[in-house]
């Protein structure tokens, strides 16, 4: 049986709280939610000072770079995800 829902957690080390959405949509792409995320912790990429600013998301120590692919996919088999939301500075 598909999975209706997913509990979907994403830390921020600069954060004080997690991201939690207990109730995601497994067809949810990865980039839809990088995009909710960054709203809730009120961040946003692009040039700050010079410096390109960018933010990835990483599960485990793997930076998911396709943002096209699906929360299940990810998930897998677990009824749950936990990611992590790192931030990249290229100094320009």
Known sequence: MAKTTLNVTVTYPAAGKPF??????PAETLGSL?????AKF???EGEEGGNQVT????????????????????AGHASALSLKLS???VQG
């Open 55 to 74: 933010y990835v998301l990483m599960q485990h120590k793997d930076r998911l770079e396709d943002l096209s692919v699906t929360l299940d996919v990810l």
């Open 87 to 89: 931030q990249q500075i």
């Open 34 to 38: 990088k995009a909710r995320v960054l």
């Open 20 to 25: 939690q959405d207990k109730s995601a949509s």
């Open 42 to 44: 009120g961040l946003k």
